[in-house]
């Protein structure tokens, strides 16, 4: 074959393949990857643990830049989704507060259905904790006699008012028949700071956020909300076990704005399935006591996100807004 016919051939391919190349979406500017929690809690050691892989595993051409939103309970992040409508280059680590701020700030005009789901990467859970040099509690009995003694004296500290923590204790109240006065963070990794320097009594902090210090023997964990015992604490109980029907869950998933274009759904669905199938997503759910059993996405996830906010609709009308609130 002639130089010029072989030229020919291959400006001939290039023009039949260039099209396909193209038509793959991809990012192509920086990624915003919104967290709807301060610094050092559980959303934000996920979003900032699965940025680090993105760049190990060079899974993307442009970077993901965390970005934490935790004005309002979440509020901000939310609204601030909502107002990327469209936009192919925002996707958002999310918590349960993705559906209790919209129910509890119903001014804010967020519809979270209407947000496109990419992919649900675990179920976070929740243990009740105390600093360990409280040596007068040392189960949920001794907790619940504790607290009941000490009244609105006793602080348990949380992420935001709205939010999971709130609602957990909220429902905590109900069932013990207690009252406690519950105090705001915005992040889990500073209500953990909290509860290791005194500041606060209790917690019902994820078990990433107090990792750390219940490691270093800091801080002790009495109860777990969990349908079985964690892997990563053996040998503490659940409420069920003792008798208290109290099992509650937080999600984990990414998700982004109303509107976005197809290719760019099914370029972020498949990096994250790529990252909750890695082994070190996997070890990080095991070490950290998140159930990552099943990834889920588009309408099987859209269809979890509905059936999430009725059942939190209903909660809330269970306990009180007043009571997860402090209002």
Not at 52 to 81: Q, T, V
Not at 138 to 149: F, G, I, P, Q, R
Not at 175 to 180: D, K, L, R
Not at 274 to 279: G, P, T
Request: aromatic share 10%; with cysteine; charged share 20%.
């Amino acid at each position: 074959m002639s130089i010029l016919k072989t030229l020919t051939f291959s400006a001939a391919a290039l023009a039949v393949t260039a099209p396909a190349a193209l038509a793959e979406w991809q990012p192509r500017k920086p990624v915003e990857f919104i967290i709807m929690a301060g610094t050092g809690g559980g959303a934000d050691q996920i979003a900032r643990l699965l940025q680090g892989l993105i760049e190990k595993k060079d899974l993307s051409p442009r970077p993901f830049i965390p970005i934490n939103k935790p004005g309002g309970s979440g509020a901000e992040a939310l609204r601030y989704l909502q107002d990327k409508a469209g936009d192919d280059h925002t996707v958002m680590m999310t918590l349960n507060s993705f559906y209790t701020t919209p129910i509890i700030q119903s001014e804010l005009g967020v519809d979270v259905t209407e947000f496109t789901p990419i992919g649900l990467m675990a179920m976070d859970t929740f243990l009740l904790w105390v600093n360990t040099d409280r040596d007068d509690i040392t189960d949920l009995d001794s907790y619940v006699e504790t607290v009941k003694a000490a009244g609105l004296d006793w602080k348990v500290g949380g992420t935001g008012s709205g939010q999971e923590d709130s609602v957990l204790t909220a429902m905590m109240e109900a069932a013990f028949e207690y009252e406690v006065t519950y105090i705001p963070f915005p992040g889990g990794g500073t209500v953990a700071k909290n509860l290791v320097g005194n500041q606060i009594d209790s917690t019902v902090n994820n078990p990433s956020e107090q990792m750390e210090f219940f490691r270093a023997g800091n801080s002790k964990p009495l109860v777990q909300f969990t349908g079985e015992r964690m892997e990563a604490f053996p040998d503490v109980p659940t409420a069920k076990e003792l008798g208290v029907d109290i099992e509650y869950y937080m999600q984990r998933s990414v998700n982004g704005p109303p509107g976005m274009s197809a290719e760019a759904v099914e370029w972020y669905t498949n990096l994250f399935s790529e990252l909750f199938n890695s082994q070190e997503w996997q070890d990080f759910c095991t070490s950290d006591g998140l159930t990552c059993d099943n990834f889920l996405n588009g309408g099987d996830l859209g269809e979890f996100h509905a059936t999430q906010v009725v059942a939190h609709q209903n909660l809330i009308e269970q306990v009180g807004a007043a009571a997860i609130t402090g209002e």
